[in-house]
């Protein structure tokens, strides 16, 4: 049986918001455009009307649609039940490939990939997207999370990074990979590259994302109450985002007690381009990334942009990496916005010099033609092995060992240190 040329690809995430389920979508969408029968299955729980939304339309670009199905952010018994129903859909599915993304969704794929792969070749790949990785190394939560990382290595034919930060985190806080691992840039649809106009009204400054303080939303109304104190400027910004736990509540009584509640306005999300033209820059504070979606597309959009030096996004700026600034500094913050403000002429030939570097190097169709080489390779050396009656008998010794549901999930206790991480 040789690699077929249309390929089954079934994409496992939890949750349906934010960066990942983008990439995820974006992944899947021109994969079946490339003529693969291709499905995503995520959690029924996380996000509200606009994710159900984002969940729909990508389901009815896709062959074997976009499937909810319960998933717990947390590491609970319950686990051992979402499994088996998992199980049962994907095997139903018949895949060729299953894509895990995030901590919770690499978990749940790649037992159910060691599971239904062990009569047939299926390729199994693993994107952190962050995930776990953003626990500290020293840590009860990250020691936990990292051994079951570095367990389910054994049921990992390809990790797939997003940034070369992210794949050296690994590397630092899990040990070097017993498997095969890559770094396969995001990459943007040609439509993206269109410039976005501000409104007329557009406010100064805006922030998209998570409300969050790993995003930095905190250090972003910091900043804004720091602009005045220190440099006299009332900067006004609107804030579109997403919340799964804190929620916006606590950012709205802190710019409340920084007293620029009457010049920051929260909202929920809104299609990126849309928000775009609402503020005249756009402020990434985060406290840690991977390879954040909404940088790229300010770039690709030729807005201005304040961002963090925090895990891939050096690497989108290339050699203008110099013009980012410290997280969790909101002094450092404010300093580079009023720049930026007071010399709007300079901000947008900056701009322009940031989309030349970004639009050879982050395109779409790269990261999906990266990642069907990559899974034609897999497949063709499982091909090869079940041909082979010694190398099937090898791949059954090596199985003896290999990490299993309950293995994983059973030594967890009632709760776990802690609740497992956004992805």
């Not at 033209?277 to 954040?292: I, L, N």
């Amino acid at each position: 049986m040789d690699v077929p040329v249309r390929l089954r690809i079934v994409h496992v995430v939890r949750a349906p918001i934010g960066g990942i389920f983008r990439h995820v979508c974006d992944l899947a969408t021109a994969q079946s455009a490339a003529g693969h029968t291709v499905g995503i299955v995520c959690d029924s729980r996380t996000g509200g009307a606009f994710e159900a939304a984002a969940v729909a339309a990508v389901a009815g670009k896709l062959a074997l649609g976009a499937t909810r199905l319960p998933m717990r952010r947390d590491v609970s018994p319950a686990d051992l039940a979402a499994l088996m129903r998992l199980t049962r859909h994907i095997a139903g599915l018949a895949p060729d490939v299953i894509h895990c993304h995030g901590a919770k969704g690499g978990v749940y794929g790649r037992l159910i990939g060691a599971r239904i792969g062990r009569t047939r070749p299926l390729a199994v790949l693993y994107a952190p997207h962050g995930g776990s990785l953003h626990y500290a190394a020293n840590s009860l939560e990250g020691r936990f999370y990292f051994a079951i990382e570095r367990g389910l290595e054994r049921l990992t034919d390809a990790l797939v990074h997003v940034s070369a930060y992210e794949a050296e985190t690994y590397r630092q806080k899990i040990g070097p990979p017993r498997c095969r691992a890559v770094v396969i840039h995001n990459g943007l649809r040609e439509e993206e590259f269109d410039p976005v106009i501000p409104h007329e009204d557009a406010r100064d400054l805006l922030f998209l994302g998570m409300y969050r303080d790993l995003k930095g939303t905190d250090v972003f109304l910091e900043a804004i109450a720091r602009l005045e104190s220190r440099f006299g400027r009332r900067a006004s910004a609107h804030l579109f985002g997403q919340s799964e736990d804190e929620g916006r509540a606590r950012y709205q009584a802190l710019a409340e007690r920084l007293g620029i509640a009457a010049r920051v306005t929260f909202h929920d999300p809104a299609p990126i381009r849309e928000a775009f033209a609402f503020g005249r820059a756009v402020v990434v504070p985060s406290r840690a990334e991977s390879m954040p979606y909404i940088v790229l597309e300010t770039i690709a959009a030729g807005l201005p942009i304040v961002a963090t030096r925090v895990g891939g996004i050096p690497e989108i700026f290339g050699p203008r990496a110099g013009e980012l600034v410290p997280p969790g500094d909101p002094d450092a913050l404010a300093l580079a916005l009023d720049a930026l403000l007071a010399d709007p002429v300079r901000a947008q030939l900056d701009a322009a010099a940031r989309l030349d570097w970004l639009r050879p190097r982050f395109h779409i169709d790269a990261m999906q033609r990266r990642v069907d080489e990559l899974y034609r390779e897999i497949l063709a050396s499982k091909t090869a092995a079940h041909r082979s009656p010694l190398r099937q008998a090898r791949a059954t010794e090596s199985r003896v060992g290999e990490p299993t549901a309950r293995s994983v999930l059973g030594l967890v206790p009632a709760r776990a240190p802690g609740p497992a991480p956004a992805a």
